[in-house]
């Protein structure tokens, strides 16, 4: 089986809420579509960040994957870095190679008849927990950072996250919750984490994730506030292996990272450092399937808990993502999962959550396919590589 050509799409995906954290504040998101055509007619389907950079770069590797077998990942993923330093784009370059990669391992999957959660060894389980995400604060539309300011200075203005945590839990049975801090204000924060604790009582999973926004001393300092409300795990509350170290040398609760931890050099400082019990891992800045399932056997073997990491993928993305966790025996907590938030998908099929879980799919591959239409009235740009 060989690689004949590979069609890029830059999509843009509308949400049906404005997300604000101290990272973004936006009411749309991008991703790339990619399908890679074969000899055999059959087509794999993958997914990556939809940046400019991201999508340019996927192009440009797309077109050294012409005539290859996509059923040789590991040729190709020698052919793209046998090293971490031989990949000079960083966490892009990784995330061009991961959507390329998941396009090949669908196709694999679709030419043998397995599933990919098969072709990893198999699912132990089907139903797979996600988790809510939340806003800083609920807005009407985008707002610019002095407004929310105004919106953050009051604590009692995070009662809005939690009505709308309440109303996920009634449409969708979550049963897991991941508040996005704006990392503005210690008390705003603190008052809409107690605030989730009482509503949603002492049974909910609730993360707290300011990515990495705070200082060492403030976010250790908030932490310690945070620890009464027995929360799930903090995520990212400061920036470095050094800051998350520290802090997590003064906190009772879990520490888990998606920001600092992100490659496979990474690991052996962070597990020397004790910096972290989960690493929460992206599928994408991983850079693949193949480099993820590495990563999640060295943390069983240091004894770190794997968590998978997401925003607002499509469904290719999101269903990528319970493969993982259907097949990796270290990931035990909820998916991150921000696919209900999506206003416009790709898929001929709809992704339901009931009682706060999703379903794996039990066809070859992935095991999900593209409605055009809903692709093409998404779509801002296209690449054909061939």
């Given at each position: ?44 389907i993958g997914e990556t ?230 690493v929460l891992a992206d ?24 968590a998978i990491h997401s ?76």
């Open positions: 089986m060989k690689i004949t050509g590979i069609t890029l799409r830059r999509i843009k995906l509308p949400l049906d809420m404005v997300y604000v954290s101290s990272m973004y504040v936006m009411n749309d998101t991008y991703r790339t579509v990619i399908e890679l055509a074969t000899d055999q007619g059959i087509t794999g960040i939809g940046t400019e950079e991201c999508f340019s770069l996927t192009a440009t590797l797309a077109k050294g994957w012409l005539g290859r077998d996509p059923r040789d990942r590991l040729g190709l993923r020698r052919s793209f870095g046998r090293s971490v330093a031989e990949n000079r784009n960083g966490r892009t370059g990784w995330s061009a190679f991961a959507g390329l990669e998941l396009a090949a391992w669908d196709a694999t999957g679709k030419a043998w008849g397995l599933s990919l959660a098969e072709l990893m060894g198999g699912a132990i389980r089907r139903d797979i927990e996600v988790v809510c995400p939340l806003p800083a604060t609920i807005v009407d539309r985008v707002v610019s950072r002095a407004e929310l300011m105004e919106i953050f200075a009051n604590p009692a203005n995070g009662a809005g996250v939690v009505t709308y945590a309440l109303e996920q839990r009634r449409r969708h049975g979550f049963r897991c919750f991941k508040y996005k801090s704006a990392a503005a204000s210690a008390a705003y924060d603190l008052a809409v984490m107690q605030g989730l604790r009482d509503a949603l009582g002492p049974e909910a999973q609730l993360r707290f994730d300011p990515n990495a926004a705070y200082g060492p001393a403030e976010a250790t300092a908030l932490c310690q506030r945070l620890e009464p409300l027995q929360l799930e795990f903090y995520e990212d509350p400061t920036d470095d292996i050094e800051g998350l170290a520290n802090l997590r040398a003064r906190v009772g609760r879990p520490v888990a990272t998606n920001m600092c931890v992100i490659q496979l050099d990474h690991l052996p400082v962070a597990i020397r450092r004790g910096a972290i019990d989960v599928l994408f800045m991983w850079g693949g399937i193949s480099n993820y399932r590495i990563m999640a056997d060295v943390a069983a073997s240091f004894g770190l808990e794997v925003l607002f993928e499509t469904g290719i993305g999101t269903i990528a993502n319970l493969h993982l966790a259907a097949a990796i025996p270290r990931v035990q907590r909820a998916n991150d999962s921000g696919h209900h938030v999506i206003a416009a998908d790709v898929l001929a099929d709809d992704l339901p959550i009931k009682d706060g879980r999703m379903r794996l799919p039990d066809k070859p591959g992935l095991g999900i396919a593209i409605d055009p239409q809903r692709l093409a009235k998404v779509t801002v740009k296209e690449a054909i590589v061939q």
